[in-house]
């Protein structure tokens, strides 16, 4: 179930902020290689992560942790 909601929270995100978060903290890749990879500066990877966490987290928090997620 959480994955399932992880993949619906993801899915809202802009596909290129989706992409860098899934490569960096679902896949494991390392920063220098996305950045290569994507051809994006490392302050863009940073700002793109911050931007997909903060999203994520508002995401999750509401649709897996919120009280109506749990009444479901």
Avoid: Q
């Avoid at 999203?55 to 942790?65: K, P, S």
């Amino acid at each position: 179930m959480f994955w399932k909601t992880y993949r619906d929270c993801s899915n809202k995100l802009p596909k290129n902020i989706a992409t860098v978060f899934n490569l960096r903290e679902v896949d494991g890749v390392e920063s220098k290689e996305i950045c290569a990879l994507l051809n994006i500066s490392e302050n863009n990877l940073w700002v793109m992560l911050h931007r997909a966490r903060a999203a994520l987290r508002r995401c999750l928090e509401t649709n897996w942790f919120g009280k109506e997620a749990v009444a479901k």
